[in-house]
Structures are given as C-alpha cells and as structure tokens.
C-alpha cells in the first residue's frame, strides 16, 4: 500500500471515525497551490462517499449499542385500583404489579454478535472505499495534468498551423501559390482549432471531476502544482500480487462479517419459535368495606409467576425462510466479489503494461517530431520544394500522433487506476507530487 493511503486509513481508525459528522460549513480552505498529497488528504476527510460510509458506520454503532442489552426491555410497573361494594360497606381494592421480560435461548446474545459482525463489515467497507477514493482522486488530479498537457499542445499544433495558412494566403496573394496549397493550409488549422476547442472542454471536465471526488463546489477553480511524470511502478509476480491483493482488500473482510451476521441472524430466526419469559411480582390489597383488617378489612396478597407466548397462530416461518435466503445471498456475494477481485487485478495488470508500452512508444518526444516535421514541412513549401500534399500528410501525422499519445496517457493513468483499486491501494503509481 502506498505510503499516503497507509497514512489515512491509520489517522480514520485513530479517530475512531469519531469525526465523521463535520459539517460541510466547517471547511475552511482547500490549499493552493493543491498538490496530488494535498488533494489525497483532502478528499479522506471531505469526500461524498466517505461521508456517507462514516454516517452509516454511525448508524451501525448507534444499532450494535442497542442491541448489547441484558434485557429485551426495560422492567414494566401496573397499578390498579377497584371499587367494591359488598353487605358490609363499600371499599378500595388495590394493586400494583412488575415485570420482566428475559432473553430465551441465547436469543439477545445472537442480536449483538449480529449487530457487531454488520458494524465491523461497515468499517472495513469504509476502510476499502478509503483506498478506492484514493485511486479516484490520484487518477482524476492526473487527469486534469493530461488534460491541461493536451491543451498546451493544442496551443501549438494551431500555432504551426496558424503559421502554414498565413504564408499560404500570402503566397497566393503574390500570384506564386495555388488555391489548392491554401485549401489545405486552412483545413489543417480548422481541424487544429476544433482539437483545441475539444481539448479545453476535455479540461474542464477533469477539473469538474476532480472537484466532485474532493467535495468542494464546483465553481471554484483549483490551481495544481503537480507535474506529470509518471514513474513505472515495480510489479510483483503474478500469482504474488493476486494473493496479495485477496489479503489487502478490506472489502473481502467486510463481506466475511456480512455472512456472520447473516449467519447470526439466521440462528435467531431460528430461535424465535422459543418464546422469551416475563417474570412478574405483584401485590394487592383488598377492602371488604367493613372496616376491620388492614386498610379498612379485607386481605393482602402478595406473589409471583412467569408468562409468555404460545407460538401457535404465528411460528416465524417466513422469518426464518428470509434469513435463510439472506445468509445464502451474503455467501453468494463473498464468492462473487473474491472472483471479482482476481479478475479485476489481472485485468488491470494486463492493461497497466499494455499503456506503458504505448507511452513508452509514443513519449512526448514522439511529438515534437511530429510537429517538427510540420515546421520542417512549411520552410520546405516557403522553398518551393513540397506542395500541398506534404502539408496535409504533416498536419495529418501531427493530429495522429498527438491524439495516440494523449490517449496512451489516459489509458496508463486509467489502468493504474484500477490496478490501485483492485489490490485495495496495494499499488499506486508516484506521479504528480
């Protein structure tokens, strides 16, 4: 795991997720300049997602404290009063009665061990979204480095082509070019434009994405520092990695607790067919009216006894039949998402070292030869020596080039992105600090 994300999920559980409610109102100011470790620590504590992971572990503790009770509920008082009229005079019955129900057949015990296995699957759930935001963010802030990378070249393929058209209308305009030789030269700087126009908006998206993970509005503009240099990341063997990510991935755990719990809950459906007890003491007084005898005549009783229910009309079939479906459905999900974990590291793994080559391939120097090439070509049709079809060959290589590279990076940072999220931030790449 990345040394960041180690960092935040040791400071969450420090914490104790004790600070999960701060308002949003509190924020006071993102930093900025805003660096890739910044916006990583920012987003741990402001992140949407994370925010409603922390309030349902909020709620999961406030329903695992409840359920850690010696008693299904508090101790029940009854007093009575009664008019009697008998031969001898009138008189006041009275009574007073308390009860208490009891857990039956381990059944408050099942509701805890219950509660607890959901509340701990809600932290390491918490603990894997932790890592996985993470990932997000890191991609998303790279993204936005791409981006502003794609319109800065943009910039400069309209600025050769800008270049090509003038000398193109210039040189028609003397009566030694074609209007074949300008034809070509405004093509290329139309199609240069509209990359450019594409590549701004491309940017404004990034920045709207990498708003939305940080939890800030979005109308903010956020100044980065980073710069984007990717470093290749070292890579275990396969079969290491796959066990090493089924090891890391908190949100494995958090479906193991969810079978416990279904398992718990399945054992107290089962149970439900024992009624619980009410143990209950009472006292009465009774006034015959005659005026002799405590309280004006009459007796005084004093006892105890046991009730509960007959489980004949109602014996929890459906109950039982629900939690039984729902301890079925938990293992299915911990099968699947253990399934699910190894495919999507070998996925990602396939495609993390498919994009490094391709970046490797097409470097930015790639580039600027492309765009060499361009400049090399306009001095050449100053010359006299090429005409409009080596224009247009150039600004064709020049946009081809250009869009395989940016798209090279974007997969790159795309599949790092999901190799960090399958192996639960096991890996991430070190860029844009």
């Given at each position: 795991?990345?040394?960041?994300?180690?960092?935040?999920?040791?400071?969450?559980?420090?914490l104790?997720?004790?600070?999960?409610?701060?308002?949003?109102?509190?924020?006071?100011?993102?930093?900025?300049?805003?660096?890739?470790?910044?916006?990583l620590e920012?987003?741990?504590?402001?992140?949407?997602?994370?925010?409603?992971?922390?309030v349902?572990?909020?709620?999961?503790?406030?329903?695992?404290?409840?359920?850690?009770?010696?008693?299904?509920?508090?101790?029940?008082?009854?007093?009575?009063?009664?008019?009697?009229?008998?031969?001898?005079?009138?008189?006041?019955?009275?009574?007073?009665?308390?009860?208490?129900?009891?857990?039956?057949?381990?059944?408050?015990?099942?509701?805890?061990?219950?509660?607890?296995?959901?509340?701990?699957?809600?932290?390491?759930?918490?603990?894997?979204?932790?890592?996985?935001?993470?990932?997000?963010?890191?991609?998303?802030?790279?993204?936005?480095?791409?981006?502003?990378?794609?319109?800065?070249?943009?910039?400069?393929?309209?600025?050769?082509?800008?270049?090509?058209?003038?000398?193109?209308?210039?040189?028609?305009?003397?009566?030694?070019?074609?209007?074949?030789?300008?034809?070509?030269?405004?093509?290329?700087?139309?199609?240069?434009?509209?990359?450019?126009?594409k590549?701004?908006?491309?940017?404004?998206?990034?920045?709207?994405?990498?708003?939305?993970?940080?939890?800030?509005?979005?109308?903010?503009?956020?100044?980065?520092?980073?710069?984007?240099?990717?470093?290749?990341?070292?890579?275990?063997?396969?079969?290491?990695?796959?066990?090493?990510?089924?090891?890391?991935?908190?949100?494995?755990?958090?479906?193991?607790?969810?079978?416990?719990?279904?398992r718990?809950?399945?054992?107290?459906?089962?149970?439900?067919?024992?009624?619980?007890?009410?143990?209950?003491?009472?006292?009465?007084?009774?006034?015959?009216?005659?005026?002799?005898g405590?309280?004006?005549?009459?007796?005084?009783?004093?006892?105890?006894?046991?009730?509960?229910?007959?489980?004949?009309?109602?014996?929890?079939?459906?109950?039982?039949?629900?939690?039984?479906?729902?301890?079925?459905?938990?293992?299915?999900?911990?099968?699947?998402?253990?399934?699910?974990?190894?495919?999507?590291?070998?996925?990602?793994?396939?495609?993390?070292?498919?994009?490094?080559?391709?970046?490797?391939?097409?470097?930015?120097?790639?580039?600027?030869?492309?765009?060499?090439?361009?400049?090399?070509?306009?001095?050449?049709?100053?010359?006299?020596?090429?005409?409009?079809?080596?224009?247009?060959?150039?600004q064709?290589?020049?946009?081809?080039?250009?869009?395989?590279?940016?798209?090279?990076?974007?997969?790159?940072?795309?599949?790092?992105?999901?190799?960090?999220?399958?192996?639960?931030?096991?890996?991430?790449?070190?860029?844009?600090?």
């Open positions: 795991m990345s040394a960041i994300c180690l960092r935040l999920g040791v400071c969450a559980l420090s104790g997720l004790a600070g999960f409610g701060a308002p949003a109102a509190a924020v006071t100011q993102i930093p900025q300049p805003l660096t890739l470790r910044a916006a920012w987003a741990a504590e402001y992140n949407p997602t994370l925010r409603s992971a922390q349902r572990v909020e709620r999961l503790t406030g329903e695992a404290i409840h359920a850690d009770v010696a008693v299904p509920s508090n101790p029940r008082v009854e007093v009575e009063a009664g008019q009697r009229s008998t031969a001898a005079g009138d008189g006041t019955d009275l009574g007073i009665r308390l009860s208490q129900e009891v857990w039956i057949a381990g059944q408050g015990g099942l509701r805890e061990s219950a509660a607890n296995s959901e509340l701990a699957a809600a932290r390491q759930q918490y603990r894997y979204l932790l890592s996985a935001v993470a990932a997000r963010v890191r991609a998303a802030y790279l993204s936005v480095l791409v981006a502003d990378k794609a319109v800065a070249s943009g910039r400069r393929v309209v600025d050769a082509n800008q270049k090509l058209d003038d000398y193109a209308q210039r040189r028609l305009a003397a009566g030694a070019g074609t209007q074949l030789e300008v034809n070509a030269a405004k093509l290329g700087l139309s199609r240069s434009n509209a990359l450019l126009a590549a701004k908006n491309r940017l404004t998206r990034s920045r709207l994405r990498l708003d939305d993970l940080l939890g800030i509005d979005p109308s903010r503009r956020l100044k980065l520092a980073g710069a984007l240099d990717i470093a290749p990341i070292t890579l275990p063997d396969r079969d290491a990695l796959l066990t090493r990510a089924v090891r890391q991935r908190s949100d494995l755990v958090a479906a193991a607790r969810q079978v416990a719990a279904a718990s809950r399945l054992s107290l459906a089962d149970r439900q067919i024992i009624p619980n007890l009410t143990v209950f003491g009472f006292y009465r007084q009774e006034n015959n009216g005659d005026g002799h405590p309280g004006g005549g009459g007796a005084t009783i004093a006892g105890g006894g046991l009730s509960f229910e007959l489980p004949i009309l109602h014996r929890y079939e459906g109950e039982r039949k629900s939690a039984r479906a729902k301890l079925n459905r938990a293992q299915l999900d911990q099968d699947n998402l253990e399934r699910n974990v190894r495919l999507q590291v070998l996925r990602a793994l396939s495609d993390y070292r498919s994009a490094r080559t391709q970046v490797a391939a097409l470097d930015s120097a790639v580039v600027d030869a492309a765009r060499q090439t361009v400049d090399l070509t306009r001095r050449a049709f100053q010359a006299g020596e090429v005409g409009a079809p080596a224009i247009t060959t150039a064709n290589n020049l946009i081809a080039v250009r869009h395989e590279y940016l798209s090279a990076l974007d997969a790159l940072i795309g599949a790092a992105s999901d190799l960090e999220r399958a192996t639960g931030g096991l890996i991430a790449i070190d860029a844009g600090r």
